[in-house]
C-alpha cells in the first residue's frame, strides 16, 4: 500500500526553523515527483514547494523562496523541507504529496500524506 507519512512539524518562534520530513511506504520516490502544500485555517491549500523525481527540478512559491529548501535522499526514501526564518504566516498544516510527473514537478497528485501541523508563534 503506498503511504506518505509526514513529520518534523510542531510549535516555533518566528525567526526560527524547522526540518518537515516525508517519508514514503509501499513504493520507492525513485520515480517520483514530491510537492508539500500547506492549508491554513480559512484558506485555500497552497503549492509551496516540489521537486522532481531526478531532482533536477525545484519550485517555490514567492513567499517562501530563500527561506525553505526542498530535498530528497532517494536512498531513505525520504523528502524534505528545510524551513528556516518561519513567519507566524507559514502557520498550517503541510502536506507533501507524490505522482509520477516526467520532467518536472508540475502536475497533479494523487498520492497525498496526512500532514503535519507547523505553527509559528511567540
Known amino acids: 500500500q503506498l503511504q506518505l507519512v509526514e513529520s518534523g512539524g510542531g510549535l516555533v518562534q518566528p525567526g526560527g526553523s524547522l526540518r518537515l520530513s516525508c517519508a514514503a511506504s509501499?513504493?520507492?520516490?525513485?520515480?517520483?515527483?514530491i510537492g508539500w502544500f500547506r492549508q491554513a485555517p480559512g484558506k485555500e491549500r497552497e503549492g509551496v514547494s516540489c521537486?522532481?523525481?531526478?531532482?533536477?527540478?525545484?519550485y517555490y512559491t514567492d513567499s517562501v523562496k530563500g527561506r525553505f529548501t526542498i530535498s530528497r535522499d532517494n536512498a531513505k526514501n525520504t523528502v524534505y523541507l528545510q524551513m528556516n526564518s518561519l513567519k507566524p504566516e507559514d502557520t498550517a498544516v503541510y502536506y507533501c504529496?507524490?505522482?509520477?510527473?516526467?520532467?518536472?514537478?508540475?502536475?497533479?497528485?494523487?498520492?497525498w500524506g496526512q500532514g503535519t501541523q507547523v505553527t509559528v508563534s511567540s
Open positions: 504529496a507524490a505522482d509520477r510527473i516526467i520532467g518536472s514537478c508540475n502536475g497533479e497528485y494523487r498520492y
Open positions: 521537486i522532481s523525481s531526478s531532482a533536477g527540478s525545484t
Open positions: 509501499g513504493f520507492t520516490l525513485d520515480y517520483y515527483a
